[in-house]
């Protein structure tokens, strides 16, 4: 059952570059969440076989790497503002779904690809209401 999920996420996915640059973020955002939807399934297998062998170790970490590399873009300098409101919300919930999980490694509060999210999600917004507002 969970290969049967991660084929529909892999499966909407698509890996065309489009022009519209919100498309190129939901894009992005889709590698993310392919990204970690693979490492929560290695993760989930191997605990599944620890019960089996307690002294397996965890060797995949590249589905883990992809979502980290996917996450460097969402930081600043990149230019990933969103100019949709689908493209805000999608950020914010990625945002959401980083700040949900448990967090092994040190990042404080107020740095990391979480802040700078939060932030391009904010000046999208603003951009968003500026243009409606003409």
Request: aromatic fraction near 4%; glycine fraction near 4%.
């Amino acid at each position: 059952m969970p290969k049967a999920a991660l084929k529909t996420i892999t499966n909407r996915v698509d890996e065309t570059l489009p022009e519209d640059p919100d498309k190129l973020l939901l894009l992005v955002c889709g590698h993310w969440r392919k990204a970690r939807a693979e490492h929560e399934l290695a993760l989930a297998v191997h605990k599944l076989a620890l019960l089996e062998n307690p002294d397996l170790d965890f060797d995949e970490i590249e589905a883990y790497r992809r979502m980290k590399d996917t996450e460097e873009r969402f930081q600043l300098p990149y230019d990933c503002v969103p100019e949709t409101i689908v493209g805000a919300a999608e950020m914010l919930r990625i945002a959401a779904t980083i700040l949900s999980h448990p967090n092994v490694d040190v990042v404080r509060m107020g740095e990391g690809p979480i802040l700078d999210l939060v932030k391009l999600v904010a000046d999208g917004l603003d951009r968003i209401e500026a243009r409606r507002r003409r």
